[in-house]
T-cell receptor, first 111, second 115 residues
Framework: GNSVTQMEGPVTLSEEAFLTINCTYT??????LFWYVQYPGEGLQLLLK?????DKGSNKGFEATYRKETTSFHLEKGSVQVSDSAVYFC??????????FGAGTRLFVKA | EAGVAQSPRYKIIEKRQSVAFWCNPI?????LYWYQQILGQGPKLLIQ????????DSQLPKDRFSAERLKGVDSTLKIQPAKLEDSAVYLC?????????????FGQGTRLTVV
């Protein structure tokens, strides 16, 4: 079946460090891929998305590239800030329009 | 544009009691989802509506959970009777008519504690 696997957290970084959160997926067909973020006390919101192979999604300094050959969609940011502290969810959407989420990765950024 | 509205924000009930959650999606969004998010886990889809029809309810525990979306707009999710393991955040989300590319917009969620 379709599934998403993310690296376990928490991830703790100092401000201005480089961030990578790994995400791999299993899916039939060609899903669309998403990263959602949940800031403390807030609801889930879309961070970025990519809808076909080799597409790069980007937003707020975050990037992720849809890699069909490795079935991956790793999230990266060159220089994290304290305000990036949140839980990040990788997700895929299949032809049935059902969105399947990974378990989430909590990020702590220290000043 | 108003977001997805959910109520209540918090609910505490005893096991074997019943509870209902309400969701009003973004205007014009034909697709509505209910997710269950247990602490430390990602959201798990319970049911997906397209207008007022059910598209997917394969992971809905139908012996105790029910959901409806009358008139294809707002929706209610009910649990009767509740169990301790139902303690979770219940998220409602909506999206434009089902396509692969559109993202879901989430409400703030209802945190349910069953004691």
């Amino acid at each position: 079946g379709n599934s998403v696997t993310q690296m376990e957290g928490p991830v703790t970084l100092s401000e201005e460090a480089f961030l990578t959160i790994n995400c791999t997926y299993t899916a039939t067909g060609y899903p669309s891929l998403f990263w959602y973020v949940q800031y403390p006390g807030e609801g889930l919101q879309l961070l970025l998305k990519a809808t076909k192979a080799d597409d790069k999604g980007s937003n707020k300094g975050f990037e992720a590239t849809y890699r069909k050959e490795t079935t991956s969609f790793h999230l990266e940011k060159g220089s994290v800030q304290v305000s990036d502290s949140a839980v990040y969810f990788c997700a895929l959407k299949t032809g049935g329009f059902k969105t399947i989420f990974g378990a989430g990765t909590r990020l702590f950024v220290k000043a | 544009e108003a977001g997805v509205a959910q109520s209540p924000r918090y609910k505490i009930i005893e096991k074997r009691q019943s509870v209902a959650f309400w969701c009003n999606p973004i205007s014009g969004h034909a697709t509505l989802y209910w997710y269950q998010q247990i602490l430390g886990q990602g959201p798990k889809l319970l049911i997906q509506f397209q207008n007022n029809g059910v598209v997917d309810d394969s992971q809905l525990p139908k012996d105790r959970f029910s959901a409806e979306r009358l008139k294809g707009v707002d929706s209610t999710l009910k649990i009767q009777p509740a169990k301790l393991e139902d303690s979770a955040v219940y998220l409602c989300a909506s999206s434009l008519a089902g396509t692969m590319n559109t993202e879901a917009f989430f409400g703030q969620g209802t945190r349910l504690t069953v004691v």
